[in-house]
Structure formats: C-alpha cells, structure tokens
T-cell receptor, first 110, second 112 residues
Framework: GQQVMQIPQYQHVQEGEDFTTYCNSS?????IQWYKQRPGGHPVFLIQ???SGEVKKQKRLTFQFGEAKKNSSLHITATQTTDVGTYFC??????????WGAGTKLIIKP | SQTIHQWPATLVQPVGSPLSLECTVE??????LYWYRQAAGRGLQLLFY??????ISSEVPQNLSASRPQDRQFILSSKKLLLSDSGFYLC???????????FGDGTRLSIL
C-alpha cells in the first residue's frame, strides 16, 4: 500500500538557524499537503502542492514538490520561536485518502 | 465562514465504560468528515471517514464505531473502552476528498 515516509523525526535548531523536513512516497501522488501542529494544538493546514516541480513560498517557509511527484520538502529560513511545533506532510493519490507522514518536530534550543 | 466544533476538550473515563464524542460543522453542506486518533508524540491515525449521511468507512478494526446521523454531525462511540483507547481524538472536515482538511480542537481521552 501507499506509504509516506517523513524525516527527520526531530530537529533541534538554534533560533535563527534553518530547518528542513522531507517526505517521500512509495507511489506517485496527485497532491501533497503540509500541516503544522503547535504543542497541545490541532493540525493546521499550511499549503497544498499539485504540480510537478512546484515551489511555493509563505514568508520564511518554502515548499517543494518533486518532479516525479513522489517527494516533497518544507524549508524554514531563520527559525523563530513561533515556528515550534510538529510539521506533517500528507500525500494523496487521486481520490484516495490522505496518507500522513509521521511528522517532524521542530525544537528550538534554549 | 466554516467552523468545526468538537467536545468535550478533555475526558477521563474508566476502563469498560462507554464513549461518545461529538463533532459538528457549520457553514458548509455535505462535507467529508473524519475521525483521527493521535497517540502522544506520534502521527495521525485515520479511524473513520464519511462522505455523506449514514456513509461510514472504517480504516482500522477496533472497538470504536462512528455514525453520521445528520449532514454536519459526526459521532465517535464505543460500548466498552480499553486502556489502549487513550489518546488525542481529532475530528476534521473537508469540502471534498482532494481538498485540505480542517481540524477541530480535539478531545484528550484518558482511560483509567
């Protein structure tokens, strides 16, 4: 069955450093979605990528969808304390349920 | 605008007791509805989803069940809770199966 692997599980960074999380699917996706879950909160939708090779930016966040539509990444430039949380990718084949990655927890070192 | 309400926010139940969690959506019609469970520090496990009234698909066999008695109401139930049912239960909705999902605030369920 379809699987979405997300790495790393955790990433510790100093405030101001960059952060990246990666997702890889075993199958070609029709779209991939990214969500952020703050500690104690619920997942919040960030973005959806649909096109091969697509790159989208939201302020300091850059989202990429691979050419083969099997992988995706989220890069945060110059992390801030407000970025703390767990970032999930969720991939979807056409008209099938979302398959969620396990999440990457962003931790800011004190 | 659309809103999703989920209650209660926290719940402590003894093993073997029944469960009923309710989720309602406002501001949209015929949404797709979802129940997820999240163990502490883990990812999201899809339990049930529904594309319409009375239509429930189960993703994981267990002692939980779901019902959709009205278009914008989704209920998660159990007749007898197990210790392993502890977790963070999240309800979500989406306009269609290919559009993003929007989550409620969740219910933290502890089984004693």
């Amino acid at each position: 069955g379809q699987q979405v692997m997300q790495i790393p599980q955790y990433q510790h960074v100093q405030e101001g450093e960059d952060f990246t999380t990666y997702c890889n699917s075993s199958t070609t996706l029709s779209n991939i979605q990214w969500y952020k879950q703050r500690p104690g909160g619920h997942p919040v939708f960030l973005i959806q990528l649909v096109k091969s090779g697509e790159v989208k930016k939201q302020k300091r966040l850059t989202f990429q969808f691979g050419e083969a539509k099997k992988n995706s990444s989220l890069h945060i430039t110059a992390t801030q304390t407000t970025d703390v949380g767990t970032y999930f990718c969720a991939g979807q084949e056409s008209n099938y349920q979302l398959i969620w990655g396990a999440g990457t927890k962003l931790i800011i070192k004190p | 605008s659309q809103t999703i309400h989920q209650w209660p926010a926290t719940l402590v139940q003894p093993v073997g007791s029944p469960l009923s969690l309710e989720c309602t959506v406002e501001g949209t019609s015929n949404p797709n509805l979802y129940w997820y469970r999240q163990a502490a520090g883990r990812g999201l496990q899809l339990l049930f989803y529904s594309v319409g009234i009375g239509q429930i698909s189960s993703e994981v066999p267990q002692n939980l069940s779901a019902s959709r008695p009205q278009d914008r109401q989704f209920i998660l139930s159990s007749k007898k809770l197990l210790l392993s049912d502890s977790g963070f239960y999240l309800c979500a909705w989406s306009p269609s199966s290919i559009q993003p999902q929007h989550f409620g605030d969740g219910t933290r369920l502890s089984i004693l």
